[in-house]
């Protein structure tokens, strides 16, 4: 995750006639027409139907319309216009993704229920199969530190671990088993940060959005082993936060967030660092701040709960 920012960010981009750019993603040459197609209508907003045509940049001229099946997406430009090749308004939604900061760096004072009931559970890395403990991660798949929109959203009724209140996060039960997954340390950073998602409609397809994820892009969540429906993570919470992914990196330009040397800086050993007015001043970090704050108040509140039950 480190060398993410290093890296091509696109090879594939979408632009409006005026030449502002609408969508892309890193193509590592399994994304298909008709897919990329249903993922730009999370996004985009037009007044007419639309179609997608190849586009020469350097001449900023149209050229053959592209297919809408199940053809590959090949690398390159692309514009957006109506099917006659009409230019037309392109928006795109406000909705912004989830922001949320990485499991790196969430020390609870309370025992991890969610972490070693997850561990229990799967064993492994549920993307590659590594085995190694102390290079894996459990994964929130909706972020504990935006309880207040889980329970809006109604997850806590469809959540049927019956494990004790206290080791599922209270009355939200957002610190279930069915909201974690066991991942590689690495890749638990990239879920963290939306650069891939899991499609429960596709036979748990993982798609990244970024570049830098060619050992998994392509490859199935392993979930088979979990036979028990009340310990199963709910395809909903997948499909909620492949939408993220769409949304972070997808639509648009893509968000420019902060970089893992900032996160390792920011949080160092779990603290925060508030001497940094550079950091804390700007909007994202005002942002990050009121989510480790959440994230602080949720575990206390837990710890409290804990302590009056005994």
């Known amino acids: 995750m480190d060398a993410q920012g290093l890296l091509p960010k696109r090879n594939v981009e979408v632009f409006d006639h005026e030449g ?6 890193w193509q590592y ?4 027409w008709d897919e990329f197609c249903r993922y730009l209508t999370t996004f985009i907003v037009t ?3 639309w179609s997608i045509f190849e586009y020469d940049l350097t001449t900023s001229q149209c050229a053959g319309p592209c297919p809408s099946g199940a053809q590959i997406v090949q690398p390159g430009h692309y514009t957006l216009l109506s099917s006659t090749r009409e230019n037309i ?4 939604v406000p909705t912004l993704p989830r922001p949320r900061n990485p499991s790196l760096f969430n020390t609870p004072v309370n025992e991890n229920h969610y972490d070693s009931r997850g561990r229990e559970r ?6 590659t199969g590594l085995q190694t403990p102390n290079r894996l991660k459990v994964a929130h798949i909706f972020p504990r530190e935006h309880e207040a929109e889980w329970v809006r959203k109604g997850y806590p009724s469809k959540i049927a671990d019956a494990a004790d209140e206290a080791w599922i996060g209270g009355t939200s039960k957002i610190d279930s088993v069915q909201n974690v997954i066991t991942l590689r340390s690495d890749l638990s950073d990239a879920w963290d940060n939306y650069e891939f998602g899991v499609d429960p409609n596709n036979h748990y397809l993982i798609t990244s959005f970024t570049n830098g994820n060619a050992d998994i892009n392509g490859l199935h969540l392993q979930l088979d082993h979990i036979q028990d429906p009340t310990l199963r993570p709910l395809d909903e919470l997948f499909a909620d936060h492949f939408v993220q992914g769409l949304l972070k990196h997808m639509k648009g330009t893509g968000e420019v967030g902060w970089t893992y040397e900032e996160y390792v800086e920011t949080f160092r050993d779990g603290l925060l660092d508030l001497s940094n007015h550079k950091i804390w001043g700007s909007r994202e970090g005002k942002e990050r701040l009121e989510l480790a704050l959440s ?6 509140r837990l710890s409290q709960q804990s302590a009056a039950e005994k």
């Open 20 to 25: 502002s750019v609408v969508a892309g993603f």
């Open 29 to 32: 040459g399994t994304l298909r």
């Open 47 to 49: 007044e007419t139907p």
């Open 89 to 92: 308004r392109v928006g795109l």
């Open 122 to 127: 799967d064993g492994r890395c549920l993307i």
């Open 295 to 300: 994230e602080g108040l949720f575990d206390h």
